[in-house]
């Protein structure tokens, strides 16, 4: 059996999701493999957030499957499926009295028997985690009285303080300013767990992700490589905009540079 913390494969086989009549998904099958950081990337209401919540359970697919080293989540027990793929999510609910440490020790959850208390270990890894998002000196705090970005921070330590071998976020980066947007992504990226990450920017999806898919009305457009995905073409079909795409002359990733104005007017017309 794989170790809980080892990094999975995770698939997604022809799954739809479909709410009150309306087609959310429709059909997406891809495959993410063990280690490897997938961007999702679309514009709004593209299905990116329903396709996530398809693998931590929040919404089962009308039809399809998504499997986590060929295990279908779905049949999976909660709490073995905790102990294996950590969810941070866009939503950052404030309406409870718990302070920071009591949000990132949740993480540890999976991990205990039922009403166990904290042991050593799990202080260690809560007070790790905590000071790996930049939020130690808020332990204390009420998490309801953070700000939006310090809220964000808290729910990616305590993903990171689940210690799966699967990740999925999204949109982590919300509310965060500059650096700490680079820093969480840097430390998904160094965490070498499987990992897919819902994304609107997407210059910070070319800089950290392997292969972007790009997702347009419930399906896939486009998958691949951000140099492959993130064309010129592609932005105008899919985010309806003229843009420009150069590669970073000392990273060398794709840069995107949106010409105002353009592309807008031609669809208005």
């Known amino acids: 059996m794989t170790p809980a913390d080892q990094p999975a494969a995770l698939r997604f086989e022809d799954v739809s999701v479909v709410v009150g009549g309306r087609t959310l998904v429709d059909g997406v099958s891809l495959e993410v493999t063990p280690g490897e950081v997938m961007g999702l990337a679309g514009p709004n209401g593209a299905g990116k957030s329903t396709l996530l919540r398809t693998c931590y359970r929040a919404l089962r697919p009308t039809s399809g499957r998504v499997l986590l080293d060929g295990e279908d989540v779905w049949r999976t027990p909660g709490k073995r499926l905790a102990r294996r793929l ?84 999204d949109e982590p980066t919300n509310h965060l300013d500059l650096r700490h947007r680079l820093d969480a992504l840097h430390l998904v990226r160094g965490l070498g767990v499987t990992a897919v990450i819902a994304l609107h920017d997407l210059d910070l999806a070319a800089a950290f992700c392997d292969r972007i898919c790009v997702m347009d009305a419930g399906r896939t457009v486009a998958l691949g490589t951000p140099a492959q995905v993130l064309t010129a073409d592609l932005l105008a079909d899919v985010y309806r905009v003229d843009a420009e795409v150069t590669e970073h002359p000392r990273t060398g990733v794709p840069r995107i540079t949106v010409l105002p104005g353009r592309r807008g007017a031609e669809f208005s017309a």
């Open 86 to 169: 950590a969810a941070v999510l866009q939503e950052s609910t404030g309406d409870f009295e718990l302070t920071v440490y009591d949000v990132v020790a949740m993480g540890r959850t999976p991990h205990k028997r039922p009403f166990a208390g904290d042991d050593a270990t799990d202080r260690d890894i809560v007070t790790e985690s905590l000071g790996r998002l930049d939020v130690a000196h808020l332990t204390r705090a009420p998490f309801d009285r953070l700000s939006g970005g310090e809220k964000q921070r808290v729910l990616i330590a305590r993903a990171l303080a689940q210690r799966t071998g699967t990740i999925v976020l």
